[in-house]
């Protein structure tokens, strides 16, 4: 092999890239929908529901948008079982491993400090791991925004079982939570989640691995 010859190497399945392309699809529909709905007093969301229908398309659409989490998010824990089965360790020992565990670490933490120095001309650049430390930090967003934004969702989808067991203001606070936690949910995506992947110019257009 020539000093100059690349070398790429597989680093998702398909059943992974499949399983990410299902959140991107899922995100953008609950993100278009769920902000117009959330400022549906606005002109652009007007003519946002314009486009689709009417707000009630939207409603429908921002259903959808969940369910395909919630599926996304089950078969993730199936693949995480699955990988689990297939090592010799124990389960949170494959959790935690520093080498293919998504857990934050002390090297994580080490990381962060030398990236820091990188940025301001004081070391060199750091050589990371197989997962740096902000893919772990975007991958857990997603389980907490899921929770979050899951469980309040689900309250105000079916409010009339839910306030069977809990008091109806609790909807209203289901309500804040769910929508304030989206907003900041889609503002990460499209400012940090974006550079990391899109804009940072040693990977324009797009970070392949």
């Not at 009630?56 to 079982?81: M, N, Q, S």
């Not at 409010?159 to 989206?182: F, K």
């Amino acid at each position: 092999m020539s000093k100059t010859e690349t070398v790429y190497v597989q680093r998702f399945n398909v059943f992974t890239r499949i399983l990410h392309l299902t959140v991107i699809i899922s995100f953008l529909t609950l993100a278009l929908t769920g902000m117009a709905l959330k400022f549906a007093d606005e002109p652009w969301a007007g003519a946002i529901a314009s486009l689709f229908g009417s707000f009630k398309v939207l409603g429908v659409l921002h259903r959808i948008g969940a369910v395909l989490t919630f599926a996304y998010f089950f078969l993730h824990f199936i693949l995480i079982f699955q990988n689990w089965r297939k090592n010799d360790k124990s389960l949170l020992g494959f959790l935690f491993d520093k080498t293919i565990g998504m857990v934050p670490n002390f090297q994580d933490a080490k990381e962060i400090g030398q990236t820091l120095k990188w940025f301001v001309g004081k070391g060199p650049r750091p050589r990371y791991g197989r997962w740096t430390y902000w893919e772990k930090f975007d991958y857990f967003a997603v389980f907490w925004g899921v929770a979050v934004i899951g469980l309040t969702g689900l309250c105000l989808w079916f409010p009339t079982w839910v306030t069977q067991y809990i008091p109806g203001s609790w909807l209203n606070i289901a309500t804040i939570i769910h929508s304030d936690e989206a907003l900041l949910a889609t503002g990460f995506i499209f400012t940090i989640h974006f550079f990391n992947t899109h804009i940072r110019p040693e990977k324009w257009p797009l970070d392949r691995v």
